[in-house]
């Protein structure tokens, strides 16, 4: 079955960026979803946006200025990119995949199954 | 945005007890609604999508129901595998995707 793995630097300084891959095995990631989440110690889920297999993103507006996700479909990975970081964003970061259904209006929705094990973040200098 | 309140926040309740949980959306999304569970140290795993569809290998013992802005999941006969935090999740992506604060469930 599809397994995702992220993998990256567990500690990054203040004002630096924050850079994580996913991984997917057992499965392509063609016409697919992807999603980053990340969960800060004791606290609820944000999304944090998703790429398109083909490239095109979708990022949450309270990070929008700040991230940048990119896919390399040669190796099934994709990547996020978050700048300028300050101890707010020590969290989990999770990948996904992102099933998805098109409604005739062009309305587009997204649940996240499966998701990657996770790997915490951690700012501080 | 859209904002998902989930109540209650902490649940008690003992092996065998019917529990439900609610999700409450700030605007309707349809249908539009997956839940998941998380274990400590663990990632999220999807339970129900489109409010009432079963993932493939969920026990049946959970069920969720509703549409327009409110929402439940029911866990039919708790299990000791069921004590964990339940999360409920808006996915109309007309609006970035938001989740509830959490359920916690409790061994009573």
């Known amino acids: 079955q599809v397994q995702l793995q992220e993998s990256g630097p567990g500690l990054v300084k203040p004002s630096e960026t924050l850079s994580l891959t996913c991984t997917v095995s057992?499965?392509?990631?063609?016409?697919?979803?992807l999603n980053w989440i990340r969960q800060p110690a004791g606290k609820g889920l944000e999304w944090i946006g998703r790429?398109?297999?083909?490239?095109?993103?979708n990022y949450n507006p309270s990070l929008k200025s700040r991230v940048t996700m990119s896919v390399d479909t040669s190796k099934n990975q994709f990547s996020l990119k978050l700048s300028s970081v300050t101890a707010a964003d020590t969290a989990v970061y999770y990948c996904?995949?992102?099933?998805?259904?098109?409604?005739?209006?062009?309305?587009?929705?997204?649940?996240?199954?499966?998701w990657g094990q996770g790997t915490l973040v951690t700012v501080s200098s | 945005d859209i904002q998902m309140t989930q109540s209650p926040s902490t649940l008690s309740a003992s092996v065998g007890d019917r529990v439900t949980i609610t999700c409450r959306a700030s605007?309707?999304?349809?249908?539009?609604l997956a839940w998941y569970q998380q274990k400590p140290g663990k990632a999220p795993n999807l339970l129900i999508y489109?409010?009432?569809s079963l993932e493939s290998g969920v026990p049946s013992r959970f069920s969720g129901s509703g549409s327009g802005t409110e929402f439940t999941l029911t866990i039919s006969s708790l299990q000791p595998d069921d004590f964990a935090t339940y999360y409920c999740?808006?996915?109309?992506?007309?609006?970035?995707?938001?989740f509830g604060g959490g359920t916690k469930v409790e061994i009573k």
């Open positions: 057992g499965g392509s990631i063609s016409r697919n979803y």
């Open positions: 790429i398109y297999s083909s490239g095109s993103t």
């Open positions: 605007q309707s999304i349809s249908s539009w």
């Open positions: 489109k409010a009432s």
């Open positions: 996904a995949r992102g099933p998805s259904y098109s409604d005739s209006s062009g309305g587009l929705f997204n649940w996240f199954d499966p």
């Open positions: 999740q808006q996915c109309d992506s007309s609006s970035p995707l938001t």
